[in-house]
């Protein structure tokens, strides 16, 4: 056997990762531009000295502390018992696999999606299906419940807003496919973006009194500002978090994770103090690319998808070329952008401008 004896379905393959350059505008991971203030700095510090004190003993395993303040941060009745929290809110949904999927079993979601759910799936050998989203990216409800109950899918993985198109989904969508799965099955909500949701859209955290099944996650990367900590969560019925507790790692949260969320769990209304800035910046974004008489798909995120090109690898390069790195994914011919500050973005319309007069398309 060929050296590493690695997995048949693991040969060859490339760890999942948009590039890391190094380049003055970086708009290609949906981070939050707005790093933390001095204050936050501070607390952060001093809440990291303490858990120092005693790094020479295990975490809490059950994190509770964090647990009620993720609770009290998300409202809608949700209580401790009812969140669950790892490293990232990929970690919390490979765990979902781990205890829900396996062999035998389905994972579903809708594609153009976020490209890291075929390979939970693939890491837990769960069996992958993906259906198609319409032309401007939402849900066909009909094929949709059509596909689920053909395939029975013991998870159904639905990103609200999704990645990478920025496309909402309607609480009425939610509703059916929680029905439609019923007991065989949950379905996840992935609101890594819920806080960018544009006005009248609501969270899918009003449903979990009605479907015992929903499962509705979160993270602390985006609108919280805080990507470098690795803190997601997710709040669902106690039953499926102590389902969870049976297939996580012991002690998976290191006692400073839990001490750095905790403090940027009360300094909420500041971290969070920028994410009507973004949406503003988003919609003038948006607005300004279709002035370009480009396609934009209608988005409710921290970013949006745009083109379409002939040769998007082309006009990826032409803006890195120019300082400016944007996401090559999604369907053929489009480009994704982050939302960042209004400077980060000029430099972006600059770029994209020149580019475009250059001839590349
Ligand atoms: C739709 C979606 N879900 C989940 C994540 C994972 O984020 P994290 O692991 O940082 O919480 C991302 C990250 O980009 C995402 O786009």
Redesign the pocket.
Known sequence: MAFPPVREELRGLEPYGAPQLDVPVQLN??ENPYAPSDAVVADVAEAVAGATRTLNRYPDREFLELRTALAAYLGHGVRAEQVWAAN????V?LQLLQAFGGPGRTALSFAPT?S?YPEYARDSNTEWVAGRREEDFALDLDAARALVEGRRPSVVLL?SP??PTGTALPPEAVSMLCEAVGDDGIVVV?E??GEFRRAGTPSALELLPTHRNLVV?R?M?KAFAL?GA?L?YLAADPAICDAIRVVRLPYHLSAVTQAVALTALRHAPELLGNVDLLRQERDRTVAWLRAQGLQVAESDANFCLFGTYPDRHAVWQGLLDRGVLVRETGPEGWLRVSIGTPEEMTAFQHALTSVTEEGVR
């Open positions: 991971v949906n990232g809110s990929n970690e949904m976020y890291m990103p999704n990645n992935d890594a973006y996650s993270t990367s990507a690795r997601g």
